[in-house]
Every structure is written in structure tokens, then in C-alpha cells.
């Protein structure tokens, strides 16, 4: 999966996939979290339009494109930790989880239950994942605790046809 990981941070899918997605309600004016943000690329487009967006990611070889990124987005703040060690006194608008449940060791009810904690009411979660066996069960999870308001497959036409990997996104709202 290696190879993904960069082919995804990549200019012409970070294009496609904030194009395809439309996601910028959940971005604009919200204290967003997001989870893994692996070389931090992926939603540069929103981030001038959040309040503050956060990058939680564990991986240091990562932090040089964060302090690039921050010099060209004052409003952008980072903190080397996986999710599991994460305490956070404020909660976020929106929280964001693209290809990452799989690497966090907690089990899924742990992971939901953390996830609601951080998450204002009303706030949005999204989460990106494939289809293994507790991948699912934490979509369950989310299915029974939130709303779920958006499902989309990650890749369609030329992408798809490209079998880069298959996952789906799904945004969730909390009531
Ligand atoms: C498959 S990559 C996905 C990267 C990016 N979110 C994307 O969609 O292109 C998984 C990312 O999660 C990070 N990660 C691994 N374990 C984690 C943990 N326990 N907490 C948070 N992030 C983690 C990895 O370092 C990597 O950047």
C-alpha cells in the first residue's frame, strides 16, 4: 500500500478528489481535525477557508511539509501523535479520516466513542475506508450514533478505471 499513500497525496488526485467531493460546507469557517493527513496535501484547498485546521499524524518524517504548509497557511497547526494518545481540550466542527481507521489500534467502540468525544454537536465526520471486516463494524458503529448524510465511492471514471484501490467516503453528522 506504500505507493498509494503518495500517489494519493499527489497533485492530480488531490485535484480530483476535492473536486469530486464537494465537500467545502464542511470545511468553511469549522475548527477541523484530520487524522493521518499522511504529507498533509490532500485538503490544502480548504484550509484557508476553515477557522483552524489541525493535522494529527504520528509519523515525523511528515513534519517538514507541515512547517511548508503553516508558512503559507498561518491558520494551520499540527501535532506528531497517533489518534490513540491524542487529548484535546476543545472539540472540533468537523473531523476528518481518509484511509487511516485501519492503522489505529483501538477497537472500533473505543474508536467511535473518542471520535464523538472530540466531535461538537453538529459537527461532521468524515471517513474514508475499504470494506474489511472491522472497517465495517465501525461503520456500523457510526451508522447507529450519527447521521449518516453523504455516501460516495472515492474514485469514479478514469480513477476508477485506474484501480488505484477501491473505498468509499462517507459523511456522518452528529445530532
Ligand atoms: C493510508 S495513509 C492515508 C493518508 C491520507 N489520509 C490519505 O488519504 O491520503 C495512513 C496515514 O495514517 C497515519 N497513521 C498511522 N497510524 C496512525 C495513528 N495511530 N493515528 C493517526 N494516524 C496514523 C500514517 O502515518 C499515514 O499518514
Known sequence: ?????????????????????????????????EVGPNKGFLFEKYYPITQRYTLLEPNRHFEKDYVRLQKRHPNLHYEINGFEAFRDDGSFDTIVMMAVIAHIRMDPESLCGKIDSLLNKGGFLIIETNNTKRNRRMLDLCDRHLERIEAKTSYNGIMKWLKIDYREVFVYRKN
Request: hydrophobic share 30%.
Open 1 to 33: 500500500m506504500k505507493h498509494t499513500h503518495y500517489i494519493r497525496q499527489s497533485y492530480p488526485f488531490r485535484w480530483y478528489r476535492t473536486h469530486a467531493y464537494d465537500f467545502e460546507k464542511y470545511f468553511a469557517g469549522r475548527n477541523v481535525l
